[in-house]
């Protein structure tokens, strides 16, 4: 434990400390970058990135070989993946728009290929003997060991550039992700846009490669966003609250992996990262799965309420257990079944309301009015106290607005 909490405070050496604000950055940047993805309900475009970066990185450490360079120059090798990467988005993005495939078979058929072309390639440098070609699978998974200060340099540039991108390209990519037609008709070219925040996806997918490798990356582009949906509507909140996530998901894990060398950081990120979806899906209060039981219940119980106000004005037996705990709970009748003053004022409300409803539907043709009947909205959050007092003088009996 207290190994954790010195990689969490930058003591546990320098080499975990680089670690792990490198992961905080590419968390960041990350998150950011894939909500308007996200949003744009294109999440597997960036798996397809993902796998398009694995033939880039062999053929840029066969070019730097045959150059007579090192072939794991990092900056060489992340070109290469930036390069690839790119054919393979734009050849997604062809197939899609000039075939009948969909998109999503665009996408299986360029991963496929370019992964197992990649994969070819690594497999065929692996029987070279020169280049220092050790080490190059760890672009699968990512490994943090021997990261260099010029490693965090790279990680923290590439994700400022994007965050920045993003800042000034928020308000197009919100339009493109939420209405493609009315942003076309508004004048913005939503093909560039899509362009655009693919290569963001692209930047994220490439710097991150050292990091946590090129398929555990796909979940630090997509959980952090999906995981802040959960607690807001409002895109600019999700947004940041998908770079936080993803940032704090870098962090914490990093320096979990920190204080137990045998673990791996790039799946610990990824899990890490995953536990915050977890809560969120359960605990978020508007979307979480227990708001949602508690928001059912309340519901069901003024279902409750209603059918047995309703049962007191007619005066027929209640039989339902839920329905008697209710009313008893609220004092609306007696242990032994009888209304209570207060319950048979508030029945006889109900069914008042009944037949204001009534007036009001033959009054009032707009159904954006009459339409929100549900018979559980009170007609005072619809109707003005002059509308309502004008129902009761058309039932012929007026009464007291609240009475």
Known sequence: MSGFLDALLLQAGYNAALVAIGAALLGFAAGTAGTFLFLRKRALVSDAVAHATLPGVGLAFLVMVALGGEGRNLGGLLIGSALSAWAGLLLVEWIARRTRLAEDAAIGAVLSVFFGFGVVLLTVIQTL????????????LGSTAGMLFQD??????????????????????????????????LGVDTRRVDLAMMGLVMAVTVIGLKLVGLILVVALLIIPAVTARFWTNRVEVVLWTAGILGGASGYVGAALSASAPDLPTGPIIVLIAAG?????????????????????????????RRQGLLALVRSEPIHDPLTLRILRAEGLIRPDGVATDEGRALAAKIARDERRWDVARAVHQDT???GRYDGLTPIEEVFTADQIADFDVRLGAPHAVGA
Request: charged share 15%; aromatic share 8%.
């Open 129 to 140: 003997d020169r280049g220092r070609q050790a080490g190059l699978e760890d672009f699968l």
């Open 152 to 185: 965090a340099v790279i990680i923290a540039t590439g994700g400022a550039l994007v965050v920045a991108a993003i800042w000034v390209l928020r308000r197009p990519m919100t339009l493109v992700a939420f209405d493609a037609g009315y942003a076309t008709a």
């Open 276 to 304: 915050l979806f977890a809560l969120s899906l359960l605990f978020a209060p508007a979307r979480g799965i227990l708001a949602a039981a508690l928001s059912h219940r309340r519901f069901q119980a003024r279902v409750h």
């Open 368 to 370: 954006s009015l009459t």
